[in-house]
């Protein structure tokens, strides 16, 4: 892993949080994973129904630092609504992506991740905590 | 989304991914979608009224709606109003959990038992909400 400086901006991740599907569910748990253990000191999550309400803050914060959509289909409503806001967009994951690479896990719970949820969300976190690593070479 | 020919009643969680309160929301209305009043409620997700989902829009402008947020900012309440019109009834968790005498409550990732037993409360609250717009439903 490359060297990480808490000195950074914050790297804002946004899941799409979708209610409907595993995959929403999943988008939620990795960004979890990210802003509370991988690379917690350099990363934040926001709340998207905040910034779809317009709230002005969270415009701000999507505004003056980089951001990481999660996208669990593909509406990609998380990456949509940080580009309407305005949003300084560095990344955007998509769970299916992570599907794609692990073809033998079928997560199946919505409400709660099953085991294969608990491990697509392992999976994918470890690729978001790898463009947080690349997006601060960048800086 | 579901078939809606029939009586339905959508719920529109925040879902707030800040706070406990927001996975409370979320895990109190998937209980109601997915076991308390399954056949009577659809769900929509909150984002999609602004990235473009029409079907969406128009379902929670011609259905009757319950917006259940994690705190005050209340932000399904103000976009559900915003693009498609008056929630049928609208829950804050937190003025709910100010009334239950809830223990502290747990990290927002897992939910814990005790915290678990504030989300059933609050899911049982959406599901007489849901009685109530069906029983005035015209």
Not at chain 1, 55 to 75: A, F, H, W
Not at chain 1, 102 to 108: E, G, I, V
Not at chain 2, 38 to 67: K, M
């Amino acid at each position: 892993m490359k060297s990480i400086s808490s000195q950074h901006k914050k790297i804002i991740v946004i899941p799409c949080s979708g209610i409907g599907k595993a995959f929403g569910s999943i988008s939620r748990d990795a960004t979890y994973e990210v802003v509370e253990n991988l690379r917690k000191d350099v990363t934040q999550t926001l709340c998207l129904a905040l910034l779809v309400s317009g709230d002005q803050e969270s415009l701000q914060l999507v505004r003056n630092n980089q951001v990481i959509t999660v996208d669990g289909c593909p509406l990609q409503c998380a990456e949509k609504n940080v580009k309407l806001a305005g949003g300084n967009l560095a990344g955007s994951l998509r769970v299916v992506d992570a599907y794609k690479e692990n073809r033998q896990l079928k997560p199946r719970g919505v409400t709660f991740l099953d085991n294969d949820g608990q491990q697509m969300a392992l999976a994918l976190a470890g690729k978001i905590a790898n463009k947080v690593d690349d997006l601060l070479v960048e800086q | 989304m579901t078939e809606t020919s029939e009586k339905k009643v959508g719920i529109i969680s925040c879902s707030g991914e800040e706070c406990v309160e927001g996975t409370i929301s979320r895990v109190a209305a998937r209980l109601v979608l997915g076991k308390l009043r399954s056949n009577e409620t659809v769900t929509i997700c909150l984002p999609l009224f602004l990235a473009g989902g029409r079907e969406e829009r128009e379902f929670a402008r011609d259905y009757p709606t319950i917006t259940v947020d994690g705190c005050d900012k209340m932000c399904a309440k103000v976009s559900t109003e915003r693009y498609s019109g008056k929630p049928a009834s609208s829950i804050v968790v937190t003025n709910l959990t100010k009334n239950l005498q809830c223990p502290k409550l747990s990290a927002r990732r897992k939910l814990d038992n005790e915290t678990m037993t504030v989300t059933r409360k609050v899911a049982d609250r959406i599901a007489e909400e849901v009685d109530e717009v069906l029983r005035h439903w015209v």
